[in-house]
C-alpha cells in the first residue's frame, strides 16, 4: 500500500535517508523543562537527537504516572475477587 503523505524530513536519518526510530529520553534543562529526544537510523544504526520543549500534560518519567504507594504493602488491587 501506498502512503498518501510523505513522512517528515526530520524522521529521516541526515548520514543514509534511512527511517529514524524512538530510542529513549533524556532531561536536559529542568529549569527551561527542555528534553532530549534521541532517535537510532534503521539502516546504518546513527544516533541523532532532538531537543524539544517538555509536554506540560506528561510524566517525566514513568514513575510519575505510577500511582504513589508502598508496593511492598500493596494497593489492595491485586486482581482477585
Known amino acids: 500500500m501506498r502512503n498518501l503523505v510523505e513522512p517528515l524530513p526530520s524522521t529521516h536519518c541526515e548520514l543514509c535517508g534511512g527511517e529514524l526510530l524512538f530510542k529513549r529520553i533524556e ?25 524539544l520543549i517538555h509536554e506540560p500534560y506528561t510524566a517525566h518519567i514513568a514513575t510519575d504516572a505510577e500511582p504513589k504507594g508502598d508496593p511492598a504493602k500493596g494497593s489492595g488491587c491485586n486482581g482477585s475477587v
Request: hydrophobic content about 30%; some cysteine.
Open 27 to 51: 532531561r536536559d534543562d529542568p529549569a527551561l523543562d527542555i528534553e532530549v529526544q534521541i532517535f537510532v537510523c534503521a539502516k546504518c544504526g546513527s544516533e541523532h537527537s532532538r531537543k
